[in-house]
């Protein structure tokens, strides 16, 4: 079955500092890859996106993502992190054969100390 | 601001009630999806609609349906409503059946 594993449920990091945020997916065929983020009270709004082609894809807000095939994995970085980064992140799946549907992670919770 | 619109913002009603919460997709959009996320259950799929036409389904309960319009705006209807029915509830749309999605605000239930 398909599904999306984010492991770590909160992150704290200080500000300035680096972030990498986890994301490993099961599919069987070639996944269509996504990271939103969610501020409190909001909705999600999509930071990248991973089609085909280049497995590094850049996102707004600084945000870049890497696509591993080998690792079934699409892990989230900033090189340096800002106070509004606060929030929650999720990785998401898109299926590709049959049902066209998103599968969510769990979602990851960060935190900037100041 | 992704251009997607969702009325109401919060909506408080009884155990046993039944509310509508409508959506307006981007200009252009033709898919529209509704999700659900609690606490509990995390961001779930509801269902989808194609230019009218549902395509696809999701964990939607039987007491919960959905309609999309002429126009393209969408209304997802929750009937005999449970205090477990209580979450966020989010529209998404994207110009074609297998897009990028764009996420609207949000409408919180809150069932009592």
């Known amino acids: 079955a398909q599904s999306v594993t984010q492991p770590d449920i909160h992150i704290t990091v200080s500000e300035g500092a680096s972030l990498e945020l986890r994301c490993n997916y099961s599919y069987g065929a070639t996944p269509y890859l996504f990271w939103y983020v969610q501020s409190p009270g909001q909705g999600l709004q999509l930071l990248l996106k991973y089609f085909s082609g280049d497995t590094l894809v850049q996102g707004i807000k600084g945000f870049e993502a890497e696509f591993k095939r080998s690792q079934s994995s699409f892990n989230l970085r900033k090189p340096s992190v800002h106070w509004s980064d606060a929030a929650e992140y999720f990785c998401a799946v898109a299926t590709t054969s049959g049902t066209y549907k998103y599968i969510f992670g769990t979602g990851t919770r960060l935190k900037v100390l100041a | 601001d992704s251009g997607v619109t969702q009325t109401p913002k919060h909506l408080i009603t009884a155990t046993g009630q039944r509310v509508t919460l409508r959506c307006s997709p981007r200009?252009?959009?033709?898919?529209v999806y509704w999700y659900q996320q609690s606490l509990d259950q995390g961001l779930q799929f509801l269902i989808q609609y194609y230019n009218g036409e549902e395509r696809a389904k999701g964990n939607i309960l039987e007491r919960f349906s959905a309609q999309q319009f002429p126009d393209l705006h969408s209304e997802l209807n929750l009937s005999s409503l449970e205090l477990g029915d209580s979450a966020l509830y989010f529209c998404?749309?994207?110009?074609?059946?297998?897009?990028?999605?764009?996420f609207g605000p949000g409408t919180r239930l809150t069932v009592l």
């Open positions: 200009s252009g959009d033709l898919s």
């Open positions: 998404a749309s994207s110009g074609g059946a297998t897009d990028t999605q764009y």
